[in-house]
C-alpha cells in the first residue's frame, strides 16, 4: 500500500505524463518524417511536396486551381515556384504576377508590392507595365493613408515608412510616366508624416525641379513652405527653420500669384512674420533692461525697417521716443570726453577714501559707452568705486546687472520661445 508520500508523486508524474502526450498529439503530425524519393533523374531524394511540375505551364495550372478554391496560401507558395524553378520561362513573369494578386486578396500588400517590384526589375520586357505601376501606385495610397502590414498574422504594423520606399521606386523606374509627378509629390507627403522634414524638402523640390509644368509645381513649392513652418513650430524653436519658411513663401506668393493655396499662404506667412518681429522686440527689451541702450536700439530699429505694419513695431517706435533713447550718437568731443574720464578712473585718481565724485549722467557713460543723458540728464553728485567695471550706485538705487554678450542674449531669448505642438500636415489630394 503507498504511503501519503508516493501517492502525491504517482499523481504528480501521471499529470506531467498527460502534458507530455497531449503536446505529443497535438505536435506529433508536424513532426512525422516527410516523404522522401529516390528519383534517378535529379540523382537525389526529392519530397514530391516541395517539387515543382514538370514544366511551367503545369505549374501555373496547378497554382491557378489553388487560388480559384480561394486557398490563397498553397496558391502563393506554388506560383512562386515558377519564377523559382522556370526563371526564363514566359510564365515566370506571369506567375510573379499573380502571386501579387494573391497577396493582395490576403491583405498582405508589401508583400504584394515585392512581387509586383520583382517583374519590373528581372522582366523589364514584360508588356504589362502601366498596370503593375497602377497596382503599386495604389498599395503606396493604402500605406500613406494609414495601411498596416502583418506580424506574422496580424495587420499591426505601421507601413508609412514604406509608403516613400513605394513612390519612390515608381519614380525610378518611370521617372516620365504620368504616375512620376504624382509618386514624387506624394513621397514628401510620406517624409512630412514621419517628421522627416529634411528628406520631404528635398522630395517636394525634385518636383518643381524635374516636373515644373506639371499640375503639381505650385503644391510641391507650397509644401516646401509649409514643411519649414512645421519644423519651426518643434518643441524647441528653430531659428533656420523659421528663417527658410519666410523666405519659400514669398517666393510661393510671386512665383504662384493664381494658386489656390495663395491666401493659406499668406496667412501662415503673416504668423511667421509676427514671430520674428515678436522676437526682435524682446532682444531689444532684454538690451533695454541690461541697460545697454544702444543695442536694445539696433533691435527696435531693425523691427521697425523689416516689418513696418507688425503690432510690435507700434511698441518699437514709442520705445525709441522715449527719453532714455534721446541722444544716443556719440560726437567725437563726447567720445574724447569719455575716454579722458576712463583713463582718469583707471590711473587711480580719486578723492581720499577711494571715491570720485562726478555726475550720474557722466559716471554711466563710462560704464555704458554711450554720452551724456542716457541714464539721467540730471547732473546728480554720486559716488562711484575706483573700480568701474564693478558698480554705480546712487542712493537707493540697485545694482546694475552684468551686461551681456549680445549672443547669449539672443539664446536666453530663444530659450523662453514657447513650446508649442507640431500641426499635422494636411496631405492634399492629388488624384482628382
Known amino acids: 500500500m503507498l504511503n501519503p508520500e508516493q501517492g502525491l508523486e504517482t499523481k504528480t508524474m501521471a499529470k506531467f505524463m498527460g502534458v507530455i502526450l497531449f503536446f505529443l498529439a497535438v505536435l506529433a503530425p508536424t513532426l512525422t518524417p516527410a516523404l522522401w524519393i529516390w528519383t534517378p533523374e535529379s540523382g537525389k531524394f526529392v519530397n514530391p511536396k516541395w517539387e515543382p511540375k514538370k514544366t511551367a505551364k503545369l505549374q501555373m495550372e496547378h497554382a491557378r486551381s489553388l487560388e480559384n478554391k480561394r486557398e490563397y496560401e498553397k496558391a502563393a507558395y506554388e506560383y512562386k515556384k515558377v519564377a523559382k524553378f522556370f526563371p526564363a520561362s514566359a510564365f515566370a513573369p506571369e506567375g510573379q504576377m499573380a ?22 526589375e528581372k522582366y523589364p520586357s514584360y508588356g504589362q507595365v502601366d498596370e503593375i505601376l497602377d497596382k503599386i501606385y495604389r498599395i503606396g495610397n493604402d500605406f500613406l493613408s494609414g495601411g498596416k502590414r502583418y506580424l506574422w ?14 513612390f519612390e521606386f515608381i519614380v525610378e523606374q ?26 520631404a524638402v528635398e522630395a517636394f523640390e525634385k518636383v518643381i525641379e524635374n516636373y515644373p509644368k506639371s499640375d503639381f509645381s505650385d503644391n510641391a513649392k507650397f509644401q516646401v513652405a509649409l514643411t519649414w513652418y512645421t519644423k519651426s513650430k518643434g518643441p524647441q524653436y528653430d531659428q533656420e527653420a523659421t528663417d527658410n519658411a519666410i523666405k ?5 506668393k510671386r512665383k504662384y500669384p493664381e494658386s489656390e493655396k495663395k491666401e493659406e499662404a499668406v496667412k501662415l506667412l503673416a504668423e511667421l512674420e509676427d514671430r520674428k518681429a515678436e522676437e526682435l522686440f524682446m532682444n531689444g527689451v532684454f ?3 541690461a541697460g545697454n541702450f544702444v543695442s536694445s536700439k539696433v533691435y527696435y530699429e531693425l523691427l521697425i525697417n523689416q516689418y513696418p505694419d507688425s503690432k510690435w513695431t507700434i511698441k518699437a517706435k514709442k520705445k525709441i521716443s522715449s527719453l532714455r533713447f534721446r541722444n544716443l550718437e556719440e560726437t567725437q568731443e563726447a567720445k574724447e570726453k569719455r575716454i579722458e574720464k576712463e583713463n582718469l578712473l583707471m590711473d587711480g585718481g580719486k578723492e581720499p577714501g577711494g571715491t570720485i565724485t562726478m555726475p550720474l549722467d557722466e559716471a554711466a557713460d563710462i560704464i555704458t559707452g554711450t554720452v551724456e543723458g542716457v541714464v539721467d540728464t540730471a547732473a546728480k553728485p554720486v559716488k562711484i ?3 568701474p567695471i564693478k558698480k554705480i550706485l546712487s542712493p537707493g538705487e540697485e545694482e546694475l546687472p ?11 531669448i530663444d530659450d523662453q520661445a514657447k513650446e508649442t505642438k507640431i500641426e499635422a500636415i494636411t496631405i492634399e489630394e492629388v488624384d482628382k
Open 99 to 120: 502571386l501579387g494578386r494573391v497577396y493582395e486578396k490576403r491583405g498582405q500588400y508589401y508583400e504584394a508590392y515585392l512581387a509586383y517590384k520583382s517583374i519590373l
Open 248 to 252: 519659400e513663401f514669398l517666393q510661393f
Open 385 to 387: 568705486a575706483t573700480d
Open 402 to 412: 552684468e551686461q551681456p554678450e549680445p549672443e547669449r542674449a539672443v539664446e536666453k
Open 287 to 289: 538690451y533695454e533692461k
Open 153 to 166: 498574422k496580424f495587420k499591426v504594423l505601421s507601413a508609412i515608412d514604406k509608403a516613400s520606399e513605394i
Open 174 to 199: 518611370a521617372p516620365y510616366s504620368e504616375l512620376a509627378p504624382k509618386a514624387q509629390l506624394k513621397a514628401g507627403f510620406a517624409y512630412q508624416k514621419v517628421r522627416d522634414y529634411n528628406e
